[in-house]
């Protein structure tokens, strides 16, 4: 067995150092070329990709954004075609009252002045049928007296000369 010392250790031997730089130097070659490359790589897709995903994420906050704006454009329209259809409902049945009220004036003045032209035609049938009664009854009367006073020769006589000398006298 081989006892080391404590200066055997620590001695350098120019051996050593060169399989050291060549072990060190391999090793970083293979590093190289299988590690790092392939890390690298992928550390350049992940960054491409957080790239990408925070382009993305801020395409979709702007459209968002005129969503939104679009979004209370259209409401804003919604709600002015609203006031305006509301207006226009108002105004037309405003119109429609109007219209009826005076549609139903117009037909009350009607009717007035229809029952009032039947108030006076009832009146002036009532009236002729009136004078006609009156007529008729003042024939009778008369028919009633004249027999009375011609039921007599001498009255009948005394009429008759009575009314020649009216008619002479005209």
Known sequence: MVLLSAS???????GTVAWATVSFLLVLF???KYAWGPIVKSLQEREHSIESALNEAQKARNEMANLK???EALLREARDERDRILKEAKAVGEKMRTDIEQKAKDQSERMLTAAKLEIDNQKKAAMTELKNYVGTLSIDIAEKLVRDRLSDSEKQQALNSKLISEIRAN
């Open 8 to 14: 055997g250790m620590l001695s350098v031997s120019i």
């Open 69 to 71: 704006a679009g979004n």
């Open 30 to 32: 293979l590093l190289k």
